[in-house]
C-alpha cells in the first residue's frame, strides 16, 4: 500500500526485453533506497512493482529493476517509456507512515489522456479525458491517483475531470515533464469504487 505522496523522481536507466517481460531499470538517489531489499513493494508512475536486483553504483546513486508484465504494460504508461525518462517514486508504506495523501493500492484502473494544460502564475490546470466506464467513480473533490500522486477532483465535465496543481506538486512529480496527448496512470479512489459497485449491484437485485 502507499499514501499518494511522492517521494521523489528517478531516472529511466535501462529498458530491456527478457522472456515475456520487460525489464526496468532505474537510478535513484541513495536516500531513497534505504533498507531495500528483493522483493520490496515500490509505486513508480503510480503501479506496484517488485523489485528483483539493486545495486549501489556510485556514492549518490542506486539502480533498482523490476520485471513488468503485459498485463500491466497494456494498462499503463510504464511500455511508453524511453531511456532517460523520469518517474514517479514512492516506498510502500511502513507502520507509522504519515498518511498524507489518501490509500493508493498501486493498482492501476486505466489510462487518462491529456486534452488541456493551463498554466498561471500560482498553478497548473490539465484536463484529462478517461474511459467513460471510470467516469462515474471520479467525483468533484475526490481523490483520484494520477501517476501516483493523490490529488483532489478540482472539476469533472462532459469530457472528463481537471486537476489543480500547486508548484510543489509540479516540482515533486513528473506531471509537469507532460504534453497534450500524453496519458497518465489512473487509480480511482478505492472507497468510492466500492461504494458506487455496492449500491449498483444492490439497485440491480432489487429491480429483479
Known amino acids: ?6 517521494q521523489t523522481q528517478a531516472l529511466v536507466e535501462h529498458i530491456a526485453n527478457q522472456e515475456g517481460v520487460l525489464r526496468l531499470t532505474l ?8 533498507n531495500l531489499a528483493i522483493g520490496a513493494s ?7 512493482l ?6 549501489k553504483v556510485s556514492q549518490e546513486n542506486t539502480i533498482i529493476s523490476f520485471d513488468v508484465i503485459d498485463e500491466t504494460l497494456k494498462l499503463t504508461n510504464l511500455g511508453l517509456l524511453k531511456v532517460n525518462d523520469m518517474v514517479n517514486f514512492e516506498r510502500s508504506m511502513t507502520f507509522g507512515t504519515e498518511l498524507g495523501g489518501h490509500v493508493v493500492s498501486g493498482h492501476i484502473h486505466t489510462m487518462a489522456e491529456i486534452l488541456a494544460i493551463e498554466h498561471t502564475q500560482d498553478n497548473c490546470k490539465i ?9 462515474k467513480y471520479v467525483l468533484y473533490k475526490g481523490f ?6 493523490s490529488l483532489t477532483v478540482g472539476e469533472v465535465d462532459e469530457k472528463g475531470f481537471w486537476l489543480h496543481l500547486i508548484p510543489e506538486t509540479l516540482a515533486i ?3 509537469d515533464r507532460y504534453s497534450v496527448g500524453d496519458r497518465l496512470n489512473i487509480e480511482v479512489d ?12 444492490y439497485l440491480a437485485r432489487q429491480a429483479n
Open 27 to 34: 537510478k535513484v538517489k541513495d536516500a531513497y533506497a534505504n
Open 173 to 175: 512529480t513528473n506531471l
Open 144 to 149: 483520484v491517483s494520477v501517476n501516483g500522486a
Open 50 to 55: 517488485t523489485v528483483v536486483k539493486f545495486e
Open 127 to 135: 484536463q484529462l479525458a478517461i474511459q467513460s466506464t471510470w467516469q
Open 1 to 6: 500500500m502507499f499514501t499518494g505522496i511522492v
Open 190 to 201: 478505492q472507497q468510492t469504487y466500492t461504494i458506487i459497485n455496492t449500491v449498483e449491484n
Open 42 to 48: 515500490i509505486a513508480i508512475n503510480g503501479c506496484c
